[in-house]
């Protein structure tokens, strides 16, 4: 099955530095990459997303890449901002008839002031 | 629209006591499911239900525990003879399998074994 490894675990980060988390995923087969958002004592929701016919996608402060050959992808969050503390989860899976989404570990991100 | 619904939001029992967990998916959400956070921890995937194809449960930690899901509708994840352990929110997920599998989670249920 898919194993999805998510690096770092902690992150801390001054108030208007980029912030970028880490991931890589083991099965060829997965097209589909969703990043997800908890904060604390709430529920995870989607920030971004990106398929395997994109390099990269971008949403104002927040990037994802994804490099096929080397099955990674990344979270580039710049400027970023006290709300932006989380934790974060990356994710992978395909979108064919089997769509069970494997999770990484989560990276707990801390902006501070 | 409606997001996806759990209850009860939180459910405290005593070791040795059942316990049944309600999901109420998104309408037309064909995809379900469950996944337990430990408190600080990751999403711990329990079990996926896809339409009508049988669900893959690899992820139930024991016999004690088991869901079930009429249709595209309504699930329940059932815990028997809940342990210490067993401590923790229970969160479920929908997602339309025509958009790949973004998912949608409910506001979790906080299960407290005492």
């Known amino acids: 099955g898919e194993n999805v490894e998510q690096h770092p675990s902690t992150l801390s980060v001054q108030e208007g530095d980029s912030a970028v988390i880490k991931c890589t995923y083991s099965?060829?087969?997965?097209?589909?990459f969703p990043w997800y958002k908890q904060e604390l004592g709430k529920r995870p929701q989607l920030i971004i997303d990106i398929r395997s016919n994109v390099g990269e996608k971008k949403d104002q402060r927040i990037a994802v890449t994804l490099n096929k050959t080397a099955k990674h992808f990344s979270l580039h969050i710049t400027e970023t901002q006290p709300e932006d503390s989380a934790v974060y989860f990356c994710?992978?899976?395909?979108?064919?008839?089997?769509?069970?989404?494997?999770f990484g570990t989560g990276t707990k991100l801390q902006v501070i002031p | 629209g409606a997001g996806v619904s759990q209850s009860p939001s939180n459910k405290v029992t005593e070791k040795g006591k059942d316990v049944e967990l309600r999901c109420d998916p998104i309408?037309?959400?064909?995809?379900l499911y469950w996944y337990r956070q430990r408190l600080g921890q990751g999403l711990e995937f329990l079990i996926y239900f896809q339409g009508n194809s049988a669900p893959d449960k690899s992820g139930l930690p024991s016999d004690r525990f088991s869901a079930e899901r009429t249709g595209e509708s309504v699930s329940t994840l059932t815990i028997q003879r809940t342990q210490q352990e067993d401590s923790a929110v229970y969160l479920c997920a929908s997602s339309l399998k025509s958009k790949g599998s973004e998912q949608y989670f409910g506001p979790g249920t906080r299960l407290t074994v005492t």
């Open positions: 309408s037309g959400h064909t995809a």
């Open positions: 099965d060829s087969a997965s097209n589909y």
């Open positions: 994710a992978a899976s395909s979108s064919g008839g089997y769509q069970k989404v494997t």
